[in-house]
């Protein structure tokens, strides 16, 4: 009875746990997810849409706060740095680097205007390192041949290195492009990184487009799609080995109860020269059984919030969030797996024979 | 009308006859011992009788309703309101305690009832050792329980199979003393034995043999 009890809670404990860790996977991994990058563009919704800081902060109003990792606003413009044409972006540098975890920035990100960060292969074509200066001269697309256009200087904190085009650009503040260029606050695109799933996104997508009418909000297919490959796989993998323990579990049940009902045969045979009936010699042991079932669900759910919490830590480095719902869950579960398990031996403890009392043994 | 009678009865297994063609009847009140050498057909007829197995052939009356061809489950009922079962190896639940596996008798009839369960073992003088569980009893002692276990709910017939087969020469007295005296009380007994002196006690002794009923002797020493 006890290892049945055991066997039920270890059942109990890794369902529980592996369905909280189904649960919570997605989150959990949509937060590993954000570290690869923006999964959300913001763009104009048309050519003359008041696509500014504004309108961004607006259609960031429509994402939870709690599942907005980072947004980065951006204006490229094409400059030249000594001869040589280049693009410079703007950005919010905080949002940025919340939005594009990966960036890997030798030296430090810029801080405060004046300041710009280099992008490792332009940074090699023009030959400056970390604390160096950059002069970046605009020039207006319809200005004269002899126009000098504005210059404005830039001291070089960071090397970036992202492995993408970005290797290929300069870096620096909207308040600065905007000294330079006069840009007015149009801005080209906005990144958004946000915690949720394909659906959501498609639903947070869907909001912001109605909130701000100047932007348009699309998912970035190539992130969210493999992403949800992913969860899919690995929330197969958590439903086949949870299949595999309860069914292990049934069969550690059945196999006990029907030693138990072999060691009873005799009382059982009494019980039933007494007078008990079929249906009460079933009801006696499936009571017992759906008792054991639900202690041992019980328990389970315990130790599966712990062994789930524990996983969570190791893997995830982040705490889980209890489900209540997953308790009576569990219980149900432990419930009638026992119940099933129990069909096979109280068949047997009914095939008893209450002759068998009078036999000399 | 018998309260018991059997008409014919035989029971086959395979080309075995354990009962072959036997017929008898047991009035209400009626004392009733049966003999026999061992394999003779006793069980199988105490088994037919306590309403457990059924004839191949041949009819059981009780209450003159014929019960050799009723449903297992209305066996089961029958032998819960009418029959009052002793055993040679007691089968007393273990885990339970004296009182309790008296009550575990009133469970399965109607309802349990703890005064009720001490009154029976009042009755076979076991009242002090109604908390004991079977471990902590005598052999005597664990008879005297299961005899008040029997008792419990007013069955028509006892029916004892070797009850006093485990038991010493002091503990044997006491159990015929306790059949004594419900026979005094009006029940009916029928007492398998090996034992003459638990037979000779009885009104009447009916002998089998090879499945037979050999013959039938009435008791010259019995004693109302
Ligand atoms: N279920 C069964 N299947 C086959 N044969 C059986 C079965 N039950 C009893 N028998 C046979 O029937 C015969 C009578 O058995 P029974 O148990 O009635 O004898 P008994 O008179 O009670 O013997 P004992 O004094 O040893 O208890 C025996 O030969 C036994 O082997
Ligand atoms: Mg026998």
Known sequence: MLVALLAIAIGATILSGLVTIYYDVPRQMGAQFRNYGANMLLMPASADADFNEEAIEQAKSAVNKDLLVGAAPYRYESVTINDQPVIAAATNMDGAKAASPYWYVNGAWPTQNGEAMVGKSLAAVLGVKEGGTVSVIYKEEDAKEDDKGKTADFTVTGILETGGTEEDYIFISL???????????????????????????????????????????RLVKRVTQSETTVLTKLQALVFLVTSVVLLL???????????????????????????????????????????????????????????????????????ISFRFIILPLTVLVSVAVTGLACLLPVRSATDVDPALVLKGE | ????????????????????????????????????????????????????????????????????????????????????????????VNYLTAVENVMVSQYYHSMPD???????????????????????????????????????????????????????????????????????????LIVVTHDPEVAEVAQRTLVLEHGRLAKEIVNPNFKD
Not at chain 1, 207 to 217: D, E, G, L, N, Q
Not at chain 2, 21 to 46: H, L, N, Q, R
């Open chain 1, 175 to 217: 308040e600065d492009m905007s000294a330079l260029t006069g840009f007015g606050g149009r801005l080209d695109v906005a990144e958004l990184s946000i915690s949720a799933s394909k659906d959501e996104l498609q639903a947070i997508a869907d909001k912001i487009s109605t909130v701000s009418p100047a932007v348009s909000a």
């Open chain 1, 249 to 319: 579990t049934m069969i550690c049940v059945a196999t006990t109860m029907m030693a138990v009902v072999a060691e009873r045969r005799k009382e059982i045979g009494l019980r039933k020269a007494l007078g008990a009936s079929n249906a009460g010699i079933i009801g006696e042991f499936m009571g017992e059984g759906l008792l054991l079932g639900g202690f041992g669900g019980l328990l389970g759910a315990g130790f599966g919030f712990a062994f789930a919490q524990a996983v969570s830590m190791n893997v995830f480095n982040s705490s």
């Open chain 2, 1 to 92: 009308m018998s309260l018991l009678e059997l008409k014919n009865i035989s029971k086959i297994y395979g080309d075995l006859k354990a009962l072959d063609d036997v017929s008898f009847k047991v009035e209400k009140g009626d004392w009733v011992a049966i003999m026999g050498p061992s394999g003779s057909g006793k069980s199988t007829m105490m088994n037919i009788v306590g309403c457990m197995d059924k004839p191949s052939l041949g009819q059981v009356l009780l209450d003159g309703a014929d019960i050799s061809k009723e449903s297992d489950k209305s066996l089961t009922n029958i032998r819960r309101d009418k029959i009052g079962l002793i055993f040679q190896q007691f089968h007393l």
């Open chain 2, 114 to 188: 703890e005064k009720e369960a001490l009154a029976a073992l009042e009755r076979v003088g076991l009242k002090d050792r109604a908390k004991h569980l079977p471990s902590q009893l005598s052999g005597g002692e664990q008879q005297r329980v299961c005899i008040a276990r029997a008792l419990i709910n007013y069955p028509e017939i006892v029916l004892a199979d070797e009850p006093t087969g485990n038991l010493d020469e002091a503990n044997e007295n006491i159990v015929i003393d306790i059949f004594k005296q419900l026979h005094r009380e009006g029940t009916t």
